[in-house]
């Protein structure tokens, strides 16, 4: 069975610092990863997906298979980029997202 | 489009009573997830269906919860009786088939008091 493991459920940087969410996932196959983000009062939304190779908003983040990991990283934090985040993986032939459970981000001024 | 649209936004209930919540699915779209979210536990998957067949249903808690695709572009999901274990959002996505993305509605907040 396929598991996404976000440890930190909450993540306070100050605005201008690097950050970085952690996700690890657990599937035997060849994933694929999301990161997904809400803001506040807004619906849940994709972020960007590991096959895109994609910097969004100046996120990045890089499959790791050999670490099971797919972190989410941008060098300097905006009090904007508050929000929860959430890690995803959808497994061959499951067309259901696996979340993980979330990290609130918050970027103090 | 408006995209996935949910109702109620907030429901409160007493406890016993039938909860039903609404999805209207996104035009063309033909997969449709239930999924709750709570702090403790996040967002778990209930529920999906393709082309209106429950494909996996393992996530749903117990016999108190059903959900049905009445047509290609509709699904309900009824709690009955509810109880205050219950209380979470309740967010329904849709996805055309053989894409991975899927986008959220912008959930019902569920209170059973």
């Known amino acids: 069975a396929q598991r996404v493991t976000q440890p930190e459920k909450l993540l306070s940087v100050f605005k201008g610092a690097p950050v970085e969410l952690k996700c690890n996932y657990s599937?035997?196959?060849?994933?694929?990863l999301f990161w997904y983000v809400q803001y506040s009062r807004q619906r849940l939304q994709l972020l960007l997906r590991?096959?895109s190779r994609e910097s969004i908003k100046g996120f990045t983040a890089d499959l790791n298979k050999g670490e099971t990991s797919f972190h989410l990283k941008k060098p300097f934090a905006q009090e904007e980029d508050s929000a929860m985040y959430y890690c995803?993986?959808?497994?061959?032939?499951?067309?259901?997202?696996?979340f993980g459970s979330g990290t609130r981000l918050q970027v103090q001024p | 489009d408006a995209g996935v649209i949910q109702s109620p936004r907030h429901e409160v209930t007493e406890m016993g009573q039938e909860v039903t919540l609404r999805c209207k699915l996104i035009?063309?779209?033909?997969?449709l997830f239930w999924y709750r979210q709570t702090m403790m536990r996040g967002l778990e998957l209930l529920i999906y269906?393709?082309?209106?067949?429950?494909?996996?249903d393992s996530g749903m808690p117990e016999d108190r919860f059903s959900a049905k695709m009445p047509n290609a572009s509709f699904s309900t999901l009824k709690i009955q009786p509810s109880e205050p274990r219950d209380s979470a959002v309740y967010f329904c996505?849709?996805?055309?088939?053989?894409?991975?993305?899927?986008?959220f509605g912008q959930g019902t907040r569920l209170t059973v008091v």
């Open positions: 996505a849709s996805s055309l088939e053989g894409a991975t993305e899927a986008f």
């Open positions: 599937y035997s196959g060849s994933p694929e």
């Open positions: 590991h096959i």
């Open positions: 995803a993986l959808n497994s061959a032939g499951r067309r259901a997202l696996t």
């Open positions: 035009s063309g779209h033909n997969s």
């Open positions: 269906f393709n082309n209106n067949v429950p494909i996996d």
